[in-house]
């Protein structure tokens, strides 16, 4: 999106280091906060990361610039979302368990929806891409996965065990 929007080639590499440079703080606090909070606390944190991460869907709604400052904050915005997702997901799969049996089965799980999503997703994308270049479908999507990891956040906030045995 930031190329069809006149963003320089180097700006995009840099942008793409920072995406991922923003979760490596996260991934050394997050785990810690997960695993010290209750339910409630959790259930807000999730809440604020998704209010983190719908701004940034607004944003990418909002993209008529090649403004190296929106985009700068839009990545940010974007990969402090992801890092914080995965993270609370990976934390999860070991809090909601009761051992590594069941820790290996959830993560097995999840693996197996994640490397569908890995194989279909780019065509998927690129159809989408050629259908609408200026992205207001993949915004869509994005805004429809963003309201279902908020959602699924606070529902495994809630669950003490994901294997009731």
Known sequence: M?????????????FMSLYSFVGMPLS???????????A???TWVSLGAGMVALLSVVML???????VVFW????????????FFFLFSLTMFASKTQSPVQTARLSGMAQAGGYFISAFGPILYGHAFDANPAGKIQN????ILVLLMIVSAVMIAHTKNVFDE
């Open 2 to 14: 930031m190329l069809q929007h006149g963003v320089p080639n180097g700006v995009m590499t840099i």
């Open 28 to 38: 050394i606090i997050l785990p810690t906060v997960f695993l010290t909070l209750k």
């Open 40 to 42: 409630k606390g959790t």
């Open 61 to 67: 709604f909002h993209t008529q610039t090649k403004s």
């Open 72 to 83: 700068g904050i839009v990545t940010i915005l974007i990969g402090a979302s992801t890092a």
């Open 140 to 143: 869509i999507v994005y805004l």
